[in-house]
Structure formats: structure tokens, C-alpha cells
């Protein structure tokens, strides 16, 4: 974790910080166009300015240059080393830049400096070391044949591709999908999530500084009806890396199959289980890791454990505990450093997340503590909301809410344990408390879920692959050497020797 300075130091970043509005293509930012949209700091209400909405046009435009480019093969075809050079600067010049950076996120997300300064300072430099590094360093293969034959097999860049992004780590989602498309020798074209596009702006020109030639990165902020279905149905982009909800990653399926049949690699929704095996102590660690599952970035989290499913012999002495560790947890301003959640990132996401704690009481599940926003005159905050008695059959047991509401369901058996655990259409995420290494491992593999973390809540490290069985995602994986496969052709060549 950084080293945290005072709220003073982090509002005088924020006043006399400059927000980027227009694409990059090519190589800069543009000028002109008249579309735009507004964009919000969900802790004040205030707008902090409007933003480019890219049309059809500047898509064509990006695509055009990002194709030139890797036709050149400035990027795609250069040395591996001359790519891991530019990433491990860019890496550096985030780690240069974090601060301002992580200012620059927190008002325009509502997340929190503490959060923001982690994944910028420390994760996103990581992402694009760590790719760099892998870069020549991976192999291709040597076909076993015989004599009269030379075969291999390699890995090439699968060309342009489009990253389409979410809201709620914006920059660390961009460097999920960013660090290893350029590894691998793609030019990207990112779309950021219409309410954070300001980091994204400008990890543009930082890019450039370390070296990134001008066409292989292009940002195209926008909405998604407008900017994200251009690139979602543009017929030279070769691939779509696409992170958000269940329901935009179906249209992504769908403009692929009106237009030219690109891959779309999905990473979308989540509805995770944190099971508590009768055997499991509530120890220190397991109250901090069930709240952090549940209340860590508000509960704005693909992979938040919302269904807490508790032993009923360790119920009550969980719910108190986790209520105690809850009443610590100080919601508000996101840059105070002591701040643990900030705000919902708009305010029609902060009346979702508002109505569904109103559809829970209304199920007949009991919210023992917050759910509410007393204490706060403006901004979209949320005091995090614990619930007991929730059924498997509520809509806030099998809803994404993505707010910082954590649901107790009681279960007499491991047996009961997994069938609540399985009783979800998605399949991100889960955590497992036992003290039994069988049990451990057999909840581990009879769970559908990208990964599942025992005896500790956790997405694992840049090293681990993250991605979603059932509705939860698509084979693609991000994250780990399995991301480049999102990014790579694969070439058989086959020589016939006399
Ligand atoms: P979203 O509404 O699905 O938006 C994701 C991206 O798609 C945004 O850039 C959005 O643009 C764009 N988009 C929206 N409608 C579109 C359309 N009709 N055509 C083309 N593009 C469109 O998701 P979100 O609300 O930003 O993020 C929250 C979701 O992301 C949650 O479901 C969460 O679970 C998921 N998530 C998953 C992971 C993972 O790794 N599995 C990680 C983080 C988040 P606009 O911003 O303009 O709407
Ligand atoms: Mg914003």
C-alpha cells in the first residue's frame, strides 16, 4: 500500500488539476467535434466538465490509423525488446505520475484516494512491468516431425482491437486489457466507461512519452450507444476485449455476428458466494476479508461476495462482529485518505443500488445496520447495509447490485452450503472459510467460478488469470500469461524439406 498524505495535500491536487476532453488518435488529442457529454464527480454533484462523445467517424478515423500502424509494423512486427523498453517506461512514468493520477480518478469516480493511489501507484505500473517483462520471454514451439519436415507453431498480434471498459476501476481495468494487447504487438483502441473517462485521457499521453508510435493507441471517450457499438460493430476490428455487464456483453455478441464475426472476449457480471463452513473460527482475518468482499469500491466490484452464506451455529456471532468492523469504516469524502468507501458513481446508480435495499426489506429480509445516506448533505453516498434472513430466491440473492450491501444466509450443512452457492446464473468469483483441506478442495472444484479464494478474500495478482464461468464471462481471461491469448493469432508453418 502507498504511503497516504493529508486531505489538505490530495484537494490541492484536485483544484489545480486540467482534465483532458477529446479523443487521442493518432497520436494526440483531437479538436473539434460538437457531440459531448457531461462528466460528474459523484462526491459533490458538481460537473467537472464535458467530454467528447466520438462518433462513428472518429471510430473510422482511429481504426484507420491504429491498421496503418500495424501494417507498418512499427509496433506489431518491431523487437521484443523495443516494446518491453516503451512499456517498462510507461510503467515508470505512472509510478512518476500517480498522484495526479489517482486525484484525477477519485473525482471522477467517487472512489477512494486510498484505493485510487493502490491501483495507480502500485497495480497499473505492475500490469504494464509485468507484460513488458513476459514480452521476451515466451516461446513458440518447435513441431516434433520427421526429417523431410520443419514445423512451428507462433504466436502473432491478432491486429486492431477494441477495449471497451467499465466504471469501476477504470484505470486498472484499461491496464488489465491495455498492458497485454501492446505486449503482444496490437494497436488498441480503448473506450472508457462514459462516466470515468479522465484517466484513460491521459495515460494517452504518457504512453506517448515512453515511446508508444502514434496509431498503436488511440482513447475514444463516448458513450456506448454511440462510441462503444462503433467499435463493437466495426468490420476492421479483429477483436473486442470487452468488461462490463451481463447485458452490454450480449449486444457485443451481437454487433460481432451483424458485422464481421470478431472474437469478443468477455469479462462481465457477478453474483459471488463467501461460504463459512461450520468448522471455520471468526477470527479477525475473516471479518476483514467477508467486509472487504463485500463493501471494498462501495460494493462496486464484479467480483463483490454479496452472498455471505454463514453456518447457522457461527451466525450471530458473525453478524456482530462483521456490524462492529461495519460501524468503523468511514463513508465520504474520497480524498480523505481515512475515507474506506466513497461515493456510487452517479446518482441513478446510487437510487439502484437505494431501491434494491428497498426490494430486500420488501422480500422480508432484515437490514440490521445501514443502507441508508444520513450524514451526507451531498454527493451519492451509501452507509454499507447488512442484511440477515436473506433466501436464495430474493432478487438480492440472485441481482447484481454492485453497492455495499452484504446479505447473511443462513445454512445447516455443507451440503446446504453448496447448493445456495450454486444457485446463481453467474460464476466469477468465490471465498471459502474451513479449516478442512478436503472440504476446501472440494467446494474448490465443484464450484463454476474464474477463481475461487480460501481462507481469504482475493482476486489473486497480475500473475493469475481472472475471468468468469456461466454468465460471469466468455473463455477469455484477464490477467496472467492467459491474457495474451486474448491478443494472439496462432500460425502453423510447415516446411517441406527435400
Ligand atoms: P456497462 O454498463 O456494461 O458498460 C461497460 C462498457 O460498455 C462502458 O464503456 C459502456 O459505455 C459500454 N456500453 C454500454 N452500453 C453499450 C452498448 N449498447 N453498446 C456498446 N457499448 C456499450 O458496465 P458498467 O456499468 O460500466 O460496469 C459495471 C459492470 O461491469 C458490472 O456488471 C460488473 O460486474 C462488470 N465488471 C466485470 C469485471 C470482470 O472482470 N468480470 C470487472 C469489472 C466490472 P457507457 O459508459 O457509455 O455506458
Ligand atoms: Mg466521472
Request: with cysteine.
Given at each position: 500500500m502507498s504511503s497516504l498524505s493529508s486531505h489538505d495535500h490530495y484537494r490541492r491536487i484536485a483544484s489545480s488539476l486540467t482534465f483532458h476532453s477529446q479523443a487521442f488518435i493518432d497520436g494526440d488529442y483531437t479538436s473539434g467535434g460538437s457531440d459531448v457529454f457531461e462528466n460528474v464527480n459523484p462526491a459533490t454533484g458538481e460537473i467537472l466538465g464535458t467530454v467528447r462523445d466520438c462518433s462513428i467517424q472518429d471510430v473510422d478515423r482511429a481504426v484507420a490509423s491504429a491498421r496503418a500502424v500495424f501494417k507498418a509494423g512499427?509496433?506489431?512486427?518491431?523487437?521484443p525488446e523495443f516494446r518491453k523498453e516503451v512499456l517498462l517506461k510507461l510503467a515508470a512514468l505512472v509510478r512518476e505520475n500517480k498522484e495526479e493520477l489517482a486525484v484525477l480518478e477519485s473525482v471522477d469516480s467517487g472512489k477512494t484516494i486510498k484505493d485510487c493511489l493502490h491501483e495507480i501507484g502500485n497495480e497499473v505500473p505492475t500490469f504494464f512491468q509485468w507484460y513488458a517483462e513476459a514480452i521476451d520471454k515466451v516461446f513458440g514451439k518447435v513441431v516434433p516431425t520427421g526429417e523431410t519436415v520443419a514445423s512451428f507453431i507462433v504466436k502473432e498480434p491478432a491486429g486492431v482491437v477494441g477495449l471497451v471498459l467499465p466504471w469501476n476501476f477504470p484505470l486498472l481495468m484499461c491496464a488489465w486489457k491495455l498492458a497485454p494487447a501492446l505486449a503482444s504487438g496490437c494497436s488498441a483502441i480503448v473506450k472508457p466507461a462514459e462516466q470515468t473517462p479522465l484517466t484513460a485521457l491521459r495515460l494517452a499521453a504518457l504512453a506517448t512519452e515512453a515511446g508508444?508510435?502514434?496509431?498503436?493507441l488511440s482513447v475514444l471517450p463516448g458513450l456506448g450507444e454511440t462510441t462503444g457499438q462503433a467499435i463493437g460493430r466495426?468490420?476492421?476490428?479483429d477483436i473486442v476485449s470487452f468488461t462490463g455487464s451481463t447485458e452490454v456483453g450480449r449486444h457485443f455478441l451481437k454487433y460481432s455476428s451483424e458485422s464481421n464475426l470478431k472474437p469478443i472476449g468477455l469479462e462481465m457480471g457477478g453474483k459471488s458466494p463467501f461460504i463459512i463452513l461450520e468448522d471455520a473460527d471468526i477470527t479477525d482475518n475473516l471479518v476483514e476479508s467477508a467486509v472487504n468482499a463485500a463493501f471494498w469500491n462501495g460494493g462496486q466490484n464484479?467480483?463483490?461476495?454479496?452472498?455471505q452464506i454463514v453456518h447457522r451455529k457461527l451466525k450471530d456471532e458473525f453478524l456482530h462482529k462483521v456490524i462492529a468492523k461495519t460501524k468503523t469504516m468511514v463513508v465520504g469524502?474520497?480524498?480523505?485518505?481515512?475515507?474506506a468507501i466513497g461515493a456510487m458513481v452517479t446518482q441513478e446508480h446510487f437510487e439502484r443500488v437505494r431501491n434494491y435495499i428497498e426490494i430486500g426489506r420488501g422480500e422480508?429480509?432484515?437490514?440490521?445496520?445501514g443502507g441508508h445516506s444520513e450524514g451526507?448533505?451531498?454527493?451519492f453516498f451509501i452507509n454499507p447495509a447488512v442484511f440477515e434472513g436473506?433466501?436464495?430466491?430474493?432478487r438480492i440473492a440472485q441481482?447484481?447490485?454492485?453497492?455495499p450491501v452484504l446479505g447473511v444466509m443462513e445454512v445447516a450443512s455443507f451440503e446446504e452450503a453448496l447448493e445456495l452457492a450454486l444457485d446463481t446464473d453467474y460464476g466469477l468469483h468465490a471465498t471459502v472459510f474451513t479449516k478442512s483441506i478436503d472440504k476446501a478442495f472440494r467446494l474448490g472444484r465443484l464450484l463454476p467460478c474464474g477463481t475461487i479464494s480460501i481462507n481469504g478474500f482475493s482476486e489473486g495478482d497480475v500473475k493469475t488469470p481472472f475471468g468468469g464461468y456461466k454468465r460471469s464471462g466468455s473463455l477469455a481471461r484477464d490477467?496472467?500469461?492467459?491474457?495474451?491469448d486474448q491478443y494472439l493469432q496462432t500460425k502453423t508453418l510447415w516446411f517441406s524439406l527435400s
Open positions: 512499427t509496433w506489431s512486427r518491431s523487437a508508444v508510435p502514434p496509431g498503436v466495426h468490420s476492421d476490428i464484479c467480483s463483490a461476495n454479496m452472498r469524502n474520497p480524498l480523505d485518505p481515512d475515507t422480508g429480509a432484515s437490514l440490521l445496520h451526507h448533505d451531498r454527493g436473506v433466501q436464495g430466491n430474493m441481482e447484481e447490485i454492485f453497492g490477467k496472467g500469461l492467459e491474457a495474451m
